[in-house]
């Protein structure tokens, strides 16, 4: 019987060289290439040494050695980086050269020779896949393990951040409102106690400035009071206060409360939320809806004051109407400015401000408007949509249920 354990050993550093080299120059294995030739090598002596011990004369507790030489490949491949597909080209690799290396011993041995040792050389290789994989697969899922580990305490730790940063922001806020009202206080009363004494032409470029002063004033609180708003919807603070709401009462009062605002530009204000609409299959708006009405009247009246500020000719419309049984919508259009479709995707992010004419922005805007909207609307389990033509104007449309759930 030919013995070709030993012809594997005498010929283990060649096919080593040539297994290691052939690894290198094949494309399909690019995690090797800024690899050392040791860390190539790793423990094929190992398994080239196990397969000459099995073809010698095979027995099942000669197996381990390979088992244990499988199990390390595979655990330093996956500290190496290698993917699956790499890791099998590399054995398809040893396979084909263990086999160019002994063809010619091959071709002079009996068929019977030749059979037995083309089997065991096929079964150790196979038993070498499989145990490296195993090993290959339980590093990878070892690292996923503590990837994940790590990404929760990162997580955690970020979001200790989150609620420390919103509630230095919420403190600093509140800090600011103070002073600011008294300012905006003081500013006020010095306003109308100087109209009344006097109106010599010091006293009214005083006024001037005393009224930038005021407008300055305002427009800062405004914008603390919309950033506490984010802060505590974002921080989970925010809660819903439910009860019957009459749609048409609220929608009034918004109207008239920022009728003034439209008529100083000479915008006509029209509701349409009494009467059906033209088309018969719209159905009228609710008499009562189940809501937060303090939220609704904020979504409201930002919506309506923002086509306002956008809007320098034309009207501003305000429909509402029922959608199906348990939903209900309401819109406001303006024929404003419009909104550019690249900006239609931006426009409900916090401080996102659209151009205005030859300025960047409005200097009154804070960018916090619709951002307020679209988390009010989320709070009333509600959905928010636009649609707009520059030049034309805009419809935001919010649909609410009739009745939000608690």
Request: glycine residues 4%; hydrophobic residues 40%.
């Amino acid at each position: 019987m030919k013995d070709f354990s030993q012809l594997l050993q005498d010929k283990t550093r060649t096919i080593i060289e040539q297994w290691v080299e052939a690894v290198r120059q094949d494309k399909k294995i690019s995690s090797t290439n800024n690899l050392s030739r040791t860390a190539i090598e790793n423990h094929l002596s190992h398994i080239l040494l196990a397969l000459a011990t099995v073809l010698s004369q095979y027995q099942d507790d000669q197996i381990q050695p390979i088992i244990q030489a499988s199990l390390h490949h595979g655990i330093l491949r996956a500290e190496q980086g290698f993917d699956a597909a790499e890791i099998a080209r590399e054995y398809r690799l040893l396979r084909n050269i263990i086999f160019r290396t002994l063809e010619s011993e091959l071709l002079e041995a009996s068929a019977q020779d030749v059979m037995r040792a083309v089997r065991l050389i096929d079964m150790v290789l196979d038993e070498a896949i499989a145990y490296c994989f195993q090993s290959y697969t339980q590093q990878r899922l070892a690292e996923v393990e503590q990837l994940q580990n790590q990404l929760t305490l990162n997580n955690q730790e970020l979001t200790r951040l989150v609620r420390a940063n919103q509630d230095n922001i919420s403190h600093l806020a509140h800090e600011l409102k103070s002073p600011l009202t008294s300012i905006i206080g003081y500013s006020d009363l010095f306003l109308r106690l100087q109209r009344q004494k006097s109106e010599e032409k010091d006293t009214l470029s005083h006024l001037e400035h005393v009224e930038r002063v005021l407008r300055s004033g305002r427009l800062l609180l405004h914008l603390i009071n919309d950033a506490l708003e984010i802060s505590r919807y974002d921080a989970g603070q925010m809660k819903l206060q439910p009860e019957p709401t009459s749609v048409h009462e609220l929608i009034r009062n918004v109207s008239e409360m920022l009728e003034p605002l439209a008529a100083n530009k000479n915008l006509q204000m029209r509701v349409e939320c009494d009467s059906a609409c033209a088309d018969s299959s719209a159905s009228r708006a609710p008499e009562e809806v189940l809501t937060d009405p303090l939220r609704l009247q904020q979504i409201v009246t930002n919506l309506v004051s923002n086509a306002i500020r956008y809007t320098e000719s034309g009207s501003i419309k305000i429909t509402c109407k029922t959608l199906g049984v348990d939903k209900w919508t309401i819109a406001v259009s303006d024929t404003g400015i419009g909104i550019e479709p690249e900006d239609q995707a931006h426009i409900f992010e916090p401080y996102f401000r659209i151009p205005y004419g030859t300025k960047s922005f409005l200097p009154d805007s804070t960018g916090l408007g619709l951002a307020i909207v679209s988390r009010l609307v989320k709070l009333l389990q509600g959905e928010i949509s636009v649609v707009s033509q520059v030049g034309v104007g805009s419809t935001f449309t919010v649909t609410l249920p009739l009745t939000v759930e608690m």
